[in-house]
C-alpha cells in the first residue's frame, strides 16, 4: 500500500508536489470540494479501485487534509479540513487553465463551481 512520506525539500513547491503529484489524490480532493463524503461515493464517480482508494485516503488523513468521522467503524465520511479548503483557489485555476489551453475548439469544459468549499 502507497504511503504518505513528507517530503523535506527545501522548495515549497517541491514539497506540494509530493503530496499533491498524485493523479488520485488531486482527483480525490475535486470530489470531496464537489461534495464527495463517502467511500462508496468516491469509488462511483472516480472508478479507482477500493485499495487505491484506501491508500489515498490514508495518505490525504496523514498529510491533514481530510479527517475521517468516526475514526474508525463502518459508514464513515471524509470531510476537507481547512488545510484542504486552502487549496480552492489552486484547483479554480487550474480549472481555469485546464479549460483555456487542453480542450479543442467546439468542446466543452466542465464548469468548475466559483464558490469556495
Not at 513528507?6 to 522548495?11: K, L, Q, T, V
Not at 483555456?100 to 468548475?112: C, I, K, T, Y
Request: charged share 25%; with cysteine; hydrophobic share 45%.
Amino acid at each position: 500500500m502507497k504511503t504518505y512520506r513528507a517530503s523535506r525539500a527545501p522548495c515549497p513547491i517541491g514539497r506540494a508536489a509530493r503530496l499533491l503529484g498524485d493523479r488520485w489524490i488531486l482527483l480525490i480532493l475535486r470530489e470531496a470540494f464537489l461534495g464527495a463524503e463517502r467511500f462508496e461515493e468516491f469509488v462511483a464517480r472516480l472508478g479507482i479501485n477500493r485499495a487505491a482508494l484506501t491508500s489515498r485516503l490514508t495518505i490525504l488523513q496523514e498529510a491533514g487534509l481530510i479527517t475521517r468521522e468516526p475514526a474508525t467503524g463502518k459508514r464513515a465520511r471524509y470531510l476537507l479540513t481547512q488545510t484542504a479548503c486552502a487549496l480552492v483557489p489552486l484547483y479554480g485555476e487550474m480549472a481555469k487553465w485546464g479549460a483555456e489551453h487542453l480542450f479543442d475548439d467546439g468542446e466543452a469544459a466542465r464548469q468548475w463551481p466559483t464558490a469556495s468549499a
